[in-house]
């Protein structure tokens, strides 16, 4: 999945180079082999608790979407790390025709999460959850991590009824966000540049030798050590 910012303009920049930021898990399929997916449609969503949200279709490398009860997965980001994002699960909308294009909207009203997607024959759905944040354990054949197990969104007593009917939960593909999320979100996948260098003037004697080192790094993050050497 690629993000992209758009200022009051209305023009979009793409974050990280116009490179995914996102990434679905693949399923082991062996002692090391990996079944390798990917996303399709994304939507933005927020949770209740202001945590950016994404919900897509999971599809394999062909771009054929998984069997309905895998079909959907979530990615939540860290409330404290707004651009910070982790894969929660798959999601189970107990839908037995299909599911493509799901959307979600977090609907105060209600408190709970209205969910809306179209079947393999083109009809709107659509159903409540009650919490897209809640998982469970489920076992995985050959998973190698986590006592072999992998972790999945809750669907019994937490997904309601699929229902036929269009609902409203995102017009498109976008997501008025904070400031503050915009900001951690470049600081995150924006352009890494050198804002300013600076070099105390030196004097080096003919038929000598010197060596320059600097080091660079931003709070929280690794130093990065440069060294340039002269002959002369």
Not at 196 to 222: E, H, M, R, Y
Request: some cysteine; overall charge neutral.
């Amino acid at each position: 999945m690629h993000l992209a910012l758009s200022a009051a303009d209305g023009r979009m920049t793409p974050l990280n180079d116009d490179y995914g930021v996102l990434f679905a898990r693949g399923d082991y399929v062996g002692v090391d082999p990996v079944a390798l997916r990917g996303v399709a449609d994304p939507s933005l969503f927020n949770f209740a608790d202001g945590a950016l949200g994404v919900i897509a279709t999971r599809v394999d490398m062909e771009g054929k979407p998984d069997p309905a009860a895998t079909a959907t997965v979530i990615f939540r980001s860290d409330p404290a790390r707004l651009a910070e994002f982790e894969e929660l699960g798959t999601l189970d909308l107990r839908s037995a025709d299909g599911v493509a294009r799901p959307r979600a909207v977090w609907d105060s009203a209600t408190r709970r999460y209205l969910v809306s997607w179209t079947d393999r024959n083109a009809q709107p759905r659509w159903t409540t959850v009650a919490d897209l944040a809640r998982t469970e354990w489920q076992a995985a054949k050959w998973q190698p991590d986590n006592g072999g197990r992998r972790r999945r969104i809750v669907s019994p007593g937490n997904v309601g009824d699929a229902r036929i009917g269009a609902v409203v939960t995102t017009a498109d593909d976008t997501l008025a966000i904070s400031g503050e999320a915009a900001t951690a979100l470049t600081r995150r996948f924006g352009r890494v540049v050198n804002t300013s260098a600076t070099v105390t003037p030196q004097k080096i004697a003919a038929g000598s030798s010197a060596n320059l080192d600097s080091v660079g790094g931003t709070s929280g993050s690794p130093a990065i050590q440069y060294r340039c050497g002269y002959d002369r």
